[in-house]
């Protein structure tokens, strides 16, 4: 608690921009969902024809992926706040839109009649009667859709677009809880002040128009159902770990970070696993850093790939002396020592962090190094992962041994940067030496002149009570040793990332090409 306070105070500043650039993002959003779901309401029912082609759109929206959405609205609207904008507002339209109508729709038909009879026309009859009845009804999704967005706008972090979600992710990807609630709290205050603001409208609403007593009592059992079905999906989760606690003891656990390159290393792990032991082989792939870190620590994966100077700087905390081999040596005895991790032999590449930047950019600059970056790194925007902004072996010690300052500082996650650099909306980004999105964009990679990154050796990981029981493990994945070189990675992320191939697919081949398993 005092370092999170402490944390609070020094970093106030920061904290108070981001929490008024979550406000105004959210504004914006709820306001033009309100813009446009309302009136779709009203035309969904008055129009029978269209009510399921339009509320059907709106379902499908809602189904997709959030990050996924995302990475399709990226491309066409570039980095930055209106993809993150137009995703909320799509995910914001479906309270509105079906409660609006739900709400003209369940006004009783004698007082329409009785309207129409008086001699009001449709236009009278929808403003002055059937809106101020469904009012309730259109507040509490307004209200719903609020809520929801102050959240759904932690996702803008991903793409530039700045708000409270740049704490929350950047604490989850450098293994800081101190930002994660320095961002998730502010958040959650939002949530509520913005729930209680609405709360009032919509009781406001109520008591003004008490005869839709009945439509509000609807949206009520709305509410009861989210919470049994919210009971639900909880019981199946407690469910689901319990099973997974009762898994056979002959099961060894693979497990992959969230990119292209680690989860193809985990699948070669797997595959060849599976060839020369009769162990069930369980893969749970796609996980952050921290998550895999964490899940390999508490005996939820058993085998894992990372690398020595992330595990080093960002797990051990330590500073990286000496060559590779001093760095290896290191982590191996106190991964050993503090975890009971066993450390196996390396792959045999160094997947180092660099810079890079568009060819035709850095030629007109004539930027070959980062010693060359820095005379012109003030005319430039920078796009690195959010990860590499606050790690030590990141941006921090970069700027501090280069003297580095760029015009502006835009952080988003995986690939998106790579877009963002191809669209002109930065002209540098960090990179994996390794990545195979460099080969894909043909991207100039710049020297490390003052070789300010440490070795970053990929390492299977080990648990060691794994190979008490299971011994012959350790000789299955030191088969792999000094097997795969820079040259041999890169080629294996470009598979994926340029040609369309799964990780699964390129992880057998490899090893089929290596004679290391049978077809």
């Not at 939002?190 to 008490?210: C, G, H, P, R, T």
Request: glycine content about 6%; charged content about 20%; some cysteine.
């Amino acid at each position: 608690m005092t370092n999170f306070i402490k944390y609070m105070i020094n970093q106030k500043s920061q904290i108070i921009n981001l929490l008024l650039q979550h406000i105004q993002l959210t504004f914006i959003a709820i306001l033009f969902a309100i813009i446009i779901g309302i009136p779709l309401g009203i035309l969904v029912s008055k129009n029978e024809k269209i009510r399921k082609y339009i509320l059907g759109l709106i379902n499908i929206f809602q189904a997709i992926p959030s990050m996924a959405l995302l990475g399709l609205l990226v491309p066409m609207l570039g980095i930055g706040s209106k993809p993150a904008i137009v995703a909320v507002v799509l995910y914001s339209l479906l309270p509105i839109v079906k409660n609006t109508s739900t709400g003209i729709l369940g006004i009783d038909k004698n007082i329409i009649e009785s309207a129409t009879g008086i001699g009001l026309t449709s236009k009278q009859i929808l403003y002055k009667i059937q809106l101020p009845l469904a009012l309730p009804v259109i507040m509490a999704g307004i209200r719903i859709s609020a809520v929801t967005a102050v959240g759904l706008m932690t996702l803008a972090a991903f793409i530039g677009a700045g708000g409270l979600g740049y704490l929350v992710f950047s604490g989850v990807q450098t293994v800081n809880n101190v930002m994660i609630l320095a961002g998730a709290i502010p958040a959650c205050i939002l949530a509520l002040v913005v729930d209680y603001l609405f709360s009032q409208v919509e009781k406001s609403a109520m008591s003004k128009y008490s005869s839709s007593k009945s439509s509000v009592k609807k949206v009520q059992n709305n509410h009861i159902g989210v919470k049994v079905c919210t009971a639900v999906v909880v019981v199946a989760v407690v469910f689901t770990a319990m099973g997974q606690s009762f898994a056979k003891k002959d099961t060894i656990v693979v497990g992959s970070k969230d990119y292209t390159e680690g989860i193809i290393l985990s699948n070669i792990c797997a595959d060849l696993l599976e060839e020369y032991t009769d162990y069930n082989i369980e893969r749970k792939m796609n996980m952050g850093t921290t998550v895999l870190w964490n899940a390999i620590t508490n005996g939820e994966v058993d085998v894992c790939t990372d690398y020595t100077g992330t595990i080093l700087l960002n797990c051990l905390n330590e500073e990286a002396k000496g060559d590779a081999d001093d760095v290896y040596n290191e982590v191996k005895e106190e991964l050993h020592k503090q975890y009971e991790i066993k450390v196996l032999d390396p792959y045999g590449f160094n997947n180092t962090y660099t810079l890079a930047m568009e060819p035709e950019v850095a030629d007109k600059y004539n930027i070959k190094t980062y010693t060359d970056l820095t005379k012109y790194s003030r005319e430039f925007v920078f796009s690195p992962t959010l990860a590499f902004e606050n790690r030590a072996d990141g941006l921090p010690g970069l700027q501090k041994n280069y003297d580095l300052e760029f015009k502006k500082i835009k952080s988003m996650d995986g690939a998106l940067r790579y877009q963002a650099l191809k669209r002109g909306d930065a002209q540098v980004i960090d990179a994996y030496s390794t990545d195979g999105l460099l080969k894909k964009f043909n991207l100039k990679v710049l020297e490390d002149d003052k070789e300010f990154f440490p070795p970053y050796y990929a390492i299977p990981l080990v648990r060691e009570d794994i190979l008490k029981d299971h011994p012959e493990v350790e000789e299955v994945l030191n088969k792999l040793s000094g097997k795969i070189d820079e040259e041999t990675m890169i080629n294996l992320n470009y598979q994926v990332d340029e040609e369309g191939k799964t990780p699964e697919e390129v992880a057998h081949n490899f090893l089929v090409e290596e004679n290391l398993i049978s077809k």
